[in-house]
């Protein structure tokens, strides 16, 4: 199953989706930050990347490699498999 993100491919115009795991992945990531209590600036800064890039992750804007969710999961001090099998509480 796949999740449309609202957003449009900048060269097809076309609608954009992503699968559940990714959707789960990010909405993990968004609520361990919260949970630990960092801005996305903080962990921007955290895993030295500008802050509109983390921005994009957790919103989906962008892809994201595996060594990027490695940093992001020690940051956060959790297993990077913790960010594919948590089930996301879904902080507003």
Do not use: W
Not at 4 to 13: E, F, M, S, W
């Amino acid at each position: 199953m796949t999740i449309q993100t609202g957003k449009l491919d900048r060269r097809t115009k076309k609608s954009t989706k992503i699968s559940e795991l990714h959707r789960k992945v990010i909405t993990n990531i968004r609520e361990l930050r919260i949970e630990v209590g960092f801005s996305q600036a903080q962990m921007a800064a955290k895993l030295k990347m500008a802050q509109p890039t983390y921005c994009a992750i957790e919103t989906a804007r962008c892809d994201v490699m595996l060594g990027t969710l490695e940093k992001i999961a020690k940051v956060l001090g959790q297993p990077v498999q913790v960010l594919f099998a948590r089930e996301p509480r879904l902080i507003p």
